[in-house]
C-alpha cells in the first residue's frame, strides 16, 4: 500500500520558459515531483538536473515514444499508433509515482498559495478538482479533477476525440473553489504570433467524465457584456454557469 502523501507527475516538452517556476512554486505542497521528458530538445533537463542538486523530491525521468497531437483527429490517429497514445504515456507517469495521490501539474502551472489547501483534503477524499488563472484571461484552464487516488482498477486515463481523459469510479470528491495557479501556456515564446482557440469548441459530443456539453464555444466568444448579461440571467433563473468565462 503507497504511503499517504501526494505525488505529482510533469510532463515536459520544451518548457525551459517555466519549468523552474512551476516546480519550485509547488515543491512545498508535493511530497514527490516526477518530471518525465518527452523528447525535449530545449534546456528543460538542464534545468531541471540542476533544481535535483539542492530539490531531493525531484526526480527525472524519459519517456520515448512520440505522442500524437491533441486536436482534431487525434483518437483515430491514436488507435492507428497506440505508442503515441497520450492515455498511455499519461498511465505510465502515474506507474512511476510513490505516494497515495498523484497530481497532474504541468511545467507552465505556477502555483500560488491557495494551491495548498489540497493537502487537507487527501485524508478524506480520492478526487480534487481545481482551476486556475490564465495569465491573459482567456479560456486556457477549467476546474479540472487533477488530483485523484492512485488505483489502476478505479482511475486511469482513456483516449477520448480531442485529447486524453481521466475516467475514474470514485465518490468521494472535493472541489477547491479558491483558484490555485496561474496559467503561463498564452505567454510562452511558441503562442506569441498565433491564435487561441479552446480545444472544447471544437468538440461535437460530451465529455463522458464530466457529463458536460463541450460544443457550446459559441458563449464564449460573446461579447463581454452580452456574455455578463447571460451569466447574470441564468444566475437569476438559478442554474449553474460554472463553465462560463
Not at 89 to 112: P, R
Not at 175 to 183: A, E, L, Q, S
Not at 212 to 238: E, I, M, N, Q, Y
Amino acid at each position: 500500500m503507497r504511503p499517504l502523501g501526494l505525488s505529482a507527475f510533469v510532463r515536459c516538452k520544451n518548457e525551459e520558459e517555466y519549468i523552474v517556476a512551476s516546480l519550485l512554486s509547488a515543491y512545498r505542497v508535493f511530497d514527490e515531483i516526477v518530471v518525465v521528458l518527452n523528447n525535449s530538445t530545449d534546456r528543460t533537463r538542464e534545468l531541471v538536473e540542476d533544481l535535483m542538486l539542492d530539490h531531493p523530491k525531484i526526480r527525472l525521468l524519459d519517456y520515448p515514444n512520440e505522442c500524437v497531437p491533441a486536436g482534431v483527429g487525434y483518437h483515430e490517429k491514436a488507435i492507428e499508433n497506440p505508442d503515441g497514445s497520450l492515455a498511455r504515456y499519461y498511465n505510465w507517469c502515474l506507474e512511476q509515482t510513490t505516494f497515495s495521490h498523484v497530481c497532474k501539474w504541468d511545467g507552465d502551472m505556477i502555483a500560488i498559495p491557495t494551491f495548498e489547501q489540497v493537502k487537507e483534503a487527501l485524508d478524506s477524499y480520492d478526487v480534487v478538482a481545481f482551476d486556475g488563472h490564465d495569465v491573459l484571461g482567456e479560456y486556457t484552464t477549467d476546474c479540472e479533477s487533477r488530483i485523484f487516488r492512485y488505483n489502476p482498477q478505479r482511475a486511469r486515463y482513456v483516449d477520448w476525440d480531442l485529447y486524453e481523459i481521466l475516467e475514474h469510479d470514485y465518490h468521494k470528491l472535493r472541489r477547491i473553489d479558491d483558484k490555485c495557479y496561474v496559467h503561463m501556456k498564452l505567454v510562452k515564446a511558441e503562442w506569441v504570433h498565433r491564435q487561441w482557440q479552446c480545444p472544447n469548441d471544437l468538440a461535437t459530443r460530451s465529455v463522458p467524465h464530466t457529463g458536460r456539453v463541450v460544443d457550446t464555444g459559441f458563449v464564449r466568444k460573446l461579447a463581454s457584456p452580452v456574455r455578463k448579461l447571460l451569466k447574470f440571467v441564468l444566475v437569476k433563473a438559478g442554474l449553474r454557469t460554472r463553465n462560463m468565462r
